[in-house]
């Protein structure tokens, strides 16, 4: 089983940009994505379930958005209207398991990670 996340860069406040997660190995149920920022935890961004409920981080609602792409095993994070803040490492992670609102946020609900991709935002 692997994740592998790709499409990290440097761009400007209000560039996008797409992150991909390819898995492979095998099929999940959930899909995320976490970021991590040096000296801080790692912190929930956005999840995809099975059956296409999607969940955000209120910092990222109405910017960011989930995709699947079950024929090519990929689901992607389209970063739209990037700020500063939105610096990171991104990481994908799946689960078995269809996450609710109260446990997709958590990365210990999580059995997989893909390794990170680095997303910076300049001025």
């Known amino acids: 089983v692997q994740l592998q996340a790709s499409g990290g860069g440097l761009v400007q406040a209000g560039d996008s940009l797409r992150l991909s997660c390819v898995v492979s190995g095998r099929t999940f149920n959930t899909v995320a994505w976490f970021r991590q920022t040096p000296g801080k935890e790692r912190e929930f961004v956005i999840s995809i379930r099975g059956g296409g409920q999607k969940f955000y981080a209120d910092s990222v609602k109405g910017r960011f958005t989930i995709s699947r792409d079950h024929a090519k095993n990929t689901v992607n994070l389209q970063m739209n209207s990037l700020k500063l803040e939105d610096t990171a490492i991104y990481f994908c992670?799946?689960?078995?398991?269809?996450?609710?609102?109260?446990?997709?946020?958590?990365?210990?609900?999580?059995?997989?990670w893909g390794q990170g991709t680095q997303v910076t935002v300049s001025s």
């Open positions: 992670a799946a689960s078995d398991l269809g996450l609710i609102a109260s446990q997709t946020r958590r990365p210990d609900a999580y059995d997989y």
